[in-house]
């Protein structure tokens, strides 16, 4: 098991910065990805940014050159950076660890864009 804590949600005006944090903890030897997706009101989750044990990144379109996604080991913590924030990227931000398998989940943290 995967037990994953986001934090670092909030509310931002647009074109401001946010860095959302994610503490693994538990079984996370060998845990061959993680990511950030996010969930709108009445929209399907989707995939932000992932990076893979490897540390190769992906970004979804309307993020990349805005967000970035990092990993520190040492502290077993997935981050993100958010810069240049807008309105449509407000939404409930998830964690997301992929390991033999299995995909485990942080509860969420909202971030909330205002115009």
């Known amino acids: 098991q995967v037990q994953l804590v986001e934090s670092g949600g909030g509310l931002v005006q647009a074109g401001g910065s946010l860095r959302l944090s994610c503490a693994a903890s538990g079984s996370i030897f060998s845990i061959n990805a993680m990511g950030w997706y996010r969930q709108a009101p009445g929209k399907q989750r989707e995939l932000v940014a992932l990076?893979?044990?490897?540390?190769?990144?992906t970004y979804a379109d309307s993020v990349k050159g805005r967000f970035t996604i990092s990993r520190d080991n040492a502290k077993n913590t997935l981050y993100l950076q958010m810069n240049s924030l807008k309105p449509e990227d407000t939404a409930v931000y998830y964690c997301?660890?992929?390991?033999?398998?299995?995909?485990?989940w942080g509860q969420g943290t909202q971030v909330t864009v205002s115009s």
């Open positions: 997301n660890a992929y390991k033999a398998s299995n995909y485990y």
């Open positions: 990076v893979t044990s490897a540390g190769r990144t």
